[in-house]
């Protein structure tokens, strides 16, 4: 099974991945994975201010914090991941990759912040619940 794994790098990214562990059919290197982290789009008068260099070592670095120990975790586990670091709006970016690249499976840690966060905050998984044609599995 193709499995995508969008990660945050917050404690709802670490409950998924204490999910994924205890459940051998999810969590097998029998399956192939991607890491995914969506960094936020800076504003443009701060790319224009600081130049895209800095940009994009400011993305890699924020993408490194998140996807090393994700890697680690799953190396230890004998998994060896794929890593995809994407730039844009986090719902639509996971949601059309893991159409794209035709993915069996979404993984994904939810806040749950509940329908009244959903409605004056929108929420990650929300969108890609709402936009993606792949099974998605939310983790709380």
């Known amino acids: 099974m193709k499995i995508l794994l969008a990660v945050d790098g917050s404690e709802y990214t670490k409950k998924m991945l204490a ?25 443009p008068r701060a790319r224009a201010a600081v130049g895209k260099d800095l940009v994009d070592a400011y993305h890699r670095e924020e993408a490194e914090k998140v996807l090393g120990p994700v890697t680690k975790f799953l190396l230890r586990h004998g998994i060896d991941a794929k890593t995809l670091t994407k730039v844009g709006h986090a ?7 893991a159409d794209s690249s035709k993915f069996d ?25 709402a936009n993606s044609k792949v099974p998605v599995l939310l983790v709380r």
Not at 21 to 37: C, I, K, M, R, V
Not at 111 to 128: F, I, P
């Open 19 to 43: 999910y994924l562990a205890t459940h051998e059919e999810l969590f097998s290197p029998h399956n192939q994975y991607t890491l995914l982290t969506v960094n936020p789009q800076l504003p």
């Open 91 to 97: 719902g639509e970016t996971i949601s059309k990759t």
């Open 105 to 129: 499976l979404v993984v994904m840690g939810s806040h749950g912040h509940g329908t009244l966060g959903n409605l004056v905050m929108g929420s990650v998984a929300t969108q890609v619940l």
